[in-house]
């Protein structure tokens, strides 16, 4: 495990993402990084850095997907 976890709110802001989405999305297991300690989300912001990197993310095209998932 890696030294510090970030909490979904970091990870969301990091996506330009709601919290609520960054929650929604780690449920999915669509959040990388995304790991659950103790009943509560935790990220892993290496894991999620390399996520966006090696996918080219926007946070447009992160806030759209969050967005569909909850129509």
């Known amino acids: 495990m890696p030294e510090s976890l970030s909490t979904l709110a970091d990870a969301a802001k990091r996506l ?3 919290e609520r989405q960054a ?3 780690a449920r ?3 959040l990388a990084g995304a ?3 103790g009943g509560i989300w935790r990220v892993n912001p290496e ?3 390399a ?3 090696a996918n080219s993310v926007d946070a447009a ?3 759209a997907e969050g967005e569909r ?3």
């Open 23 to 25: 929650g929604d999305l």
């Open 61 to 63: 095209a992160v806030r």
């Open 35 to 37: 790991i659950k300690v």
């Open 16 to 18: 330009g993402i709601s």
């Open 51 to 53: 996520w966006i990197e």
């Open 28 to 30: 999915k297991g669509q």
């Open 47 to 49: 894991k999620l850095e």
């Open 69 to 71: 998932g909850q129509q």
